[in-house]
């Protein structure tokens, strides 16, 4: 039997080689797996590397939803706007039931080569009772788009009011 | 009128829980033994009003009655009836009122039942419990009324979110708050010791029921909630480490700490002043768990949505219920004297190791979860942690966890060899070793070691039963006998085991998933896993408030008919939103997966499908493990109730060990 001062230096040696080790494992997930959220302005100005994964969200830009098939498997792509810029997106896969246009939305993934369009592997619906994801929310009040004081979330057609060349303008700008 | 009542029977509940707190801690000091004997009537009472209260709003749901806000906004005259009584809790304000129903339910347990805990102890007890429930029901009360009225009513209401309109939130919801809110026992306790300052094996033996038994419903709870986020698109999978599922499993984590360290309380008065904060960290992630969701500080696919005003006002009294109780921990935690000697290998030093790990996890899981709401308050840059995150920095804790569950049952209490324990471990190694080496053989790396750690797990529970039972060393016969006479509690924690080790399969299992999307026009076939999947047709359906496309899928192997699918899309007409409700076939060791993801323009449809091998295996385990906590909760000793010496003990404030 050890005496208490013995026992006491056993379970902080323990403590402290776990929390540790816990520390070192944080610290290099942290560094390799955080991912970063971006409204489409932000890509469009920062252009982030090909490859690399972030969460990209906004609204999905009215009549930009074109479903189609390559080699027998499905895709879809939409853009994705906040206003300021708009990113085009290609996903493959079974888009979530709340997805529509006009409609908040996260996405997962990462920029193709070229930096050309956004290649979601994870489409997000929110189950919350406005259907708007908090960081989209915030990027839209970034944009100066959308203030949730003064009432609900634009609606489907007001996403529209840009012209595809202007958005591809403000885009190079 | 209805509503107006159960309004008033709120008021009337939280008229009571503030006498209830006041007589109940104030009450042990006035020596009266008419006061000591309020608080449980109170509780009892304040129980019976908020249940009316909750009533009257399942009945205004039932009913239809829009001049309530809350069924108007979140049910319909179209809504069918299970939902219209399910939605009275699928919205932000009647899930905390459901929240506060289950609190004072828990009061009224504690009253009506706790009548082997000593008076004075008990009427503390029940006085935090009237603290913390007068508290939200304050909150209810005025920034979140669910009887809140609008005139005039609109005609037809919003109706229920589509995607809630599933029998998950039936179970899901009410499962899961008992088991956050019933570790608010377990709190009351630690806090009402800490007043006392009296904390002894007895106090262990009272606490740990209540604790088991809010472990088991939390445990079922997050697994329900994890089944039907795996049945529902967009939310992930089975488990995303998404924000509301991580605060979910914070408590789990620290309660099930807590369940563990209780039994060395009970048998070794030893980790007694651990055991306290244990059961304050418990209770404080749980509130964290319910509100920090609605506060919107955190941001998550699950997320209800609040007004800000609300999320300062739940703030507020979160950091009054854990800031009060760690500041009364840290004036009276002194008063509890430790006692009970043991060496490092041990019982109590495996159930030590259990906790640290458990609480490094819980830590770590923390830090995951809270991070990005903190950048983004102070640095304004918003980032997510993702599973990524998780996998790196949490798999690797599991490990050492999961190589000592095995050993430390086997370890007897006080001083122990680990020689002995892992000699009758050797073959269940073997097989681990095997099976590890099989699945890193074809490269799958992460299956292999969960897989493996399963196995050993497992079959070390089984190992730790067969030798209480003696198997194979006295006749068969007798051992299965001792199958009912040794105790319980240690059939319910091999039970848990095994169950932990189950899921660990399930979820290593999962990672070995294949899946395929395909358009298919009705006829075409393609195959995947073994298994040919086949369109026969796309149908159109209607459901009580929706239209659907039906399509029917063929799955056959080596062509013998296995299955019959019918994955549908829903439109929900009053909403204008499409669901996709997936078509899963389970044979008890792997899922077929069929989603309909919609028509195409040339009468075919697009499609995934998924093999999920081993997947059943995670709810499977899971509601074992929460199984062997009831047969633990079955115990002799918890059945007979507290030991006799403490019930003779004259109730005093002053007394100290």
Redesign the interface.
């Known amino acids: 039997?050890?005496s208490?001062k013995k026992?006491r230096l056993?379970?902080v040696i323990?403590?402290g080689l776990?929390?540790s080790?816990?520390v070192a494992?944080?610290l290099?997930?942290?560094r390799?797996?955080?991912?970063?959220?971006m409204s489409p302005q932000q890509v469009a100005a920062r252009h982030p590397p090909a490859g690399r994964v972030f969460?990209l969200g906004g609204i999905v830009q009215a009549n930009t939803v074109v479903?189609g098939?390559r080699d027998?498997?499905?895709y879809t792509t939409f853009r994705i706007t906040d206003g300021r810029a708009s990113i085009p997106v290609v996903y493959?896969?079974?888009?979530?039931?709340?997805?529509?246009q006009g409609q908040g939305v996260v996405t997962?993934g990462a920029m193709s080569r070229g930096d050309r369009e956004f290649l979601a592997s994870?489409?997000?619906?929110?189950?919350?009772?406005?259907y708007?994801?908090?960081?989209v929310e915030?990027a839209l009040r970034k944009a100066g788009k959308w203030n949730p004081k003064f009432g609900p979330p634009p609606n489907a057609g007001a996403w529209d009011d840009k012209s595809p060349a202007q958005i591809e303008a403000s885009n190079n700008g | 009128m209805i509503p107006t009542l159960g309004n008033f029977a709120l008021a009337l509940a939280l008229a009571i829980a503030v006498a209830q707190s006041v007589i109940g801690i104030a009450g042990p000091m006035l020596r009266d033994r008419q006061i000591l004997r309020a608080a449980p009537a109170l509780a009892i009472g304040q129980f019976v009003m908020l249940g009316l209260s909750f009533l009257a709003l399942v009945w205004a749901g039932v009913v239809s009655d829009f001049t309530v806000r809350n069924v108007a906004e979140y049910s319909s005259s179209t809504t069918p009836l299970f939902y219209r009584i399910t939605g009275t809790w699928g919205n932000h304000d009647g899930s905390i009122l459901l929240w506060c129903l289950i609190l004072s339910l828990c009061g009224a347990t504690v009253g009506a039942f706790g009548n082997s805990i000593p008076t004075s102890l008990r009427s503390r007890v029940l006085g935090v419990l009237g603290l913390v429930s007068g508290g939200f029901m304050a909150f209810v009360i005025a920034v979140s009324n669910p009887f809140a009225r609008i005139w005039p009513p609109p005609l037809h209401g919003a109706g229920v979110n589509p995607i809630l309109q599933d029998p998950g939130l039936a179970v899901h919801p009410p499962i899961l708050y008992t088991g956050y809110v019933g570790f608010s026992i377990a709190f009351a306790f630690a806090v009402a010791a800490l007043i006392e300052g009296r904390v002894d094996a007895a106090w262990g033996r009272w606490v740990r029921p209540w604790a088991l038994v809010s472990w088991l419903f939390l445990t079922c709870g997050i697994c329900f909630g994890s089944l039907w986020s795996y049945y529902t698109l967009g939310w992930g999978g089975f488990w995303f480490w998404d924000p509301v599922e991580n605060v979910a499993l914070l408590p789990w984590l620290t309660g099930t700490a807590l369940i563990h360290s209780a039994i060395v309380v009970e048998k070794r008065e030893a980790l007694k002043t651990w055991s306290v904060l244990l059961a304050i960290a418990t209770f404080s992630l749980s509130l964290c768990g319910t509100f920090l969701v609605r506060s919107g500080l955190l941001n998550s696919v699950h997320a209800f949505s609040a007004s800000p005003d609300q999320g300062l006002f739940i703030l507020v009294l979160l950091a009054l219920t854990i800031g009060g109780s760690l500041l009364l921990f840290a004036f009276r935690a002194p008063v509890l004297a430790a006692s009970g000697v043991f060496a490092p290998v041990s019982r109590e030093g495996a159930l030590i190791l259990n906790n640290i790990f458990l609480c490094i996890i819980a830590a770590v899981v923390f830090t995951g979860t809270m991070y990005p709401p903190f950048l983004a308050l102070l640095f304004n840059r918003q980032i997510s942690v993702g599973a990524p995150f998780y996998d790196q920095a949490v798999l690797p804790l599991t490990a050492p966890l999961i190589l000592a569950m095995a050993v430390g049952p086997l370890l007897s209490w006080k001083r122990a060899a680990l020689l002995p324990a892992l000699t009758k471990l050797w073959f269940v190694a073997v097989l681990a070793l095997l099976v590890f080496g099989a699945f890193i053989l074809r490269g799958h790396f992460v299956a292999a070691l969960g897989l493996a750690g399963a196995v050993w797990v497992m079959l070390g529970a089984l190992v730790d039963l067969a030798e209480r039972i003696r198997l194979f060393r006295i006749p068969l016969g007798q051992s299965f006998m001792r199958l009912f006479t040794i105790p319980r509690a240690a059939i319910g924690a091999s039970l848990g085991h095994l169950g932990f080790g189950i899921a660990v399969l399930g979820i290593a299992g999962m990672s070995l998933q294949t899946h395929t999307i395909r358009v298919l026009n009705p006829g075409q076939s393609i195959d995947l896993g073994g298994y040919n999947w086949k369109l026969i047709s796309i149908k159109p359906a209607t459901g009580p408030n929706y239209t659907a496309r039906d399509a029917t899928i063929e799955v056959s192997r080596n062509g013998h008919l296995v299955e019959i699918m019918h994955p549908e899309t829903r439109y929900f007409t009053n909403q204008k939103v499409k669901t996709v409700a997936a078509a899963i076939r389970s044979n008890g060791v792997r899922n077929l997966f069929a989603t309909f993801a919609g028509d195409n323009n040339s009468g075919g449809g697009e499609f995934r499908f998924n093999i999920h091998p081993l997947a059943p295996e995670i709810w499977l385990g899971g509601l074992i493990m929460a199984l062997g906590g009831a047969i633990s909760l079955s115990d002799r000793r918890f059945r007979v109730g507290a030991p006799v010496r403490s019930r003779l003990r004259r109730p005093s404030g002053s007394a100290t060990v």
């Open positions: 039997m050890m208490r026992r056993w379970i323990a403590c776990g929390l080790t816990a494992l944080m290099v997930a942290f390799s797996s955080l991912s970063f959220f969460r479903m098939t027998g498997a499905p493959t896969g079974v888009l979530p039931g709340l997805f529509r997962i994870t489409v997000l619906a929110k189950h919350g009772a406005d708007m994801p908090r960081d915030m």
